[in-house]
């Protein structure tokens, strides 16, 4: 767990969290029973087959810097989903909702924002 905080946040995410609580960013509140379920999980899963079934607004939003799960991890993962975009966070890590939470938020008003005037333009 220890190694995984580390590679979690790139420099520039430490500087901009410094002041956050320590639990988000240490991942104490977790027991190592639910991480290791987890972890399970992540490695048994393959959803991919259903990501072509979507149809609803996407947006994947990655950071460039991530070590834990590339940046070609989210951009695949886009381009499986019909008409999803990408929002790639530049010098980000694993963490943008907790390092970008204005900019993850702004973004998801956008989104919303598109997606309800796609909605009133098209008839009931």
Do not use: N
């Not at 072509?52 to 381009?79: F, K, M, Q, R």
């Amino acid at each position: 767990m220890t190694d995984f905080v580390k590679r979690m946040l790139t420099e520039k995410d430490r500087k901009l969290a410094a002041g956050l609580p320590e639990p988000i960013l240490s991942g104490s509140e977790w027991s190592l029973q639910s991480l290791v379920a987890g972890l399970a999980y992540l490695c048994e899963e393959d959803c991919c087959p259903l990501l072509s079934t979507l149809a609803c607004p996407t947006l994947v939003i990655h950071g460039t810097e991530d070590v834990i799960c590339p940046l070609a991890a989210g951009e695949e993962l886009a381009a499986l989903i019909p008409g999803a975009s990408l929002l790639p966070i530049v010098g980000c890590g694993h963490a943008p909702p907790v390092i970008y939470p204005d900019v993850i938020s702004e973004a998801i008003k956008r989104m919303v924002g598109m997606d309800g005037e796609l909605s009133r333009q098209q008839p009931f």
